[in-house]
């Protein structure tokens, strides 16, 4: 392989990185907990967008349960949508050889 080629695949393989990660901006992954009466979403490039509680789920007495419920849930969202963007930027670098 030549050194020209191998720059211009890896200029390609930077455009399409940079325009993966402004489209991961706008994906979203929603997890869920307690049957989604508390839902997070969070996108592709790890923010969080919302979290919503089903006001059937709170309980003054016990605020460590609705606190559990919603850091899991925020950890869940934030996993899942990790492993989206892990696979859409393996989609890319797929074709180069290199690994992710």
């Known amino acids: 392989m030549n050194l020209q080629k191998l720059m211009k695949q890896a200029q390609a393989m930077q455009a399409g990185m940079a325009n993966a990660q402004a489209k991961l901006a ?33 309980d003054p007495e016990d605020a460590d349960f609705l606190e559990e419920l919603v850091l899991k849930t925020v950890q869940d ?3 899942g949508a990790k492993k989206m963007a892990e696979n859409e930027m393996a989609k890319i670098t797929k074709g180069f050889g290199f690994p992710m």
Do not use: C, F, N, Q
């Open 77 to 79: 969202a934030l996993s």
């Open 26 to 58: 706008e994906k979203e992954y929603t997890a869920e907990s307690a049957g989604g009466k508390v839902t997070a979403t969070a996108t592709g490039d790890g923010m969080i967008r919302s979290i919503k509680i089903d006001p059937s789920v709170i």
